[in-house]
């Protein structure tokens, strides 16, 4: 039997523990609840806050760039831990964004602007709320920042009319506890297979 092995960065000794440094669970879910609440609040009261032309350069360019940033930021500011914490933030992105695909064939709400039946719930503020509880976890002192970016995307969705405000609280829950569900397990949702325990590195072995 042969193996070939990839390293996606140096990996440490086997006898090491691996520790996820994150914010204790009961501050990041209280700080998660507080943000999906402000949200509701400001969807609710100020829904037109920009321009629609602004709301658009958020739905699109902002979001794309906002979640590339939350996926790949931990290699640049977490050092060797940085690897297992852009895995672990796809890895909740990928199930989350599962979760909502698979709602939106279930449901088959009608958007508000279009003839569309994909309504609920929203995936831009899934994937956003997703990174933001997840990042929030990683870098508790940034938690502010993540979730006024998030709260953003939920917006700009409601204001251009893509959904309505039940399928972007929805995306926010969805998202939100994913990212929970996701960092209450040692290796991740659907990478467990590949993130070893004791190394900070990720391997990838194929055996034949």
Partial sequence: MAAICASAIPRVAASEPVHLHTLDSPSVTVASAAAVGVTALVLTAFPHLLSRADYRNISDTGAVTYLAFGVLDPLFQDGKSGGRHSLRIADALVVSGGITEFLKLTVRERRPASSSTDSFPSGH????????????????????????????????????????????????VIGTLTARWELSRDRGLLITPWLKRGSEGIALAFHF
Avoid: E, N
């Fill in 125 to 172: 503020t899934d994937a956003a709320f997703c990174v933001a509880a997840m990042q929030s976890s990683f870098h508790p002192h940034q938690a502010a920042l993540w979730y006024a970016g998030a709260t953003f995307i939920a917006a700009s969705r409601l204001s251009l009319r893509r959904h309505y405000v039940q399928d972007v609280l929805a995306g926010a």
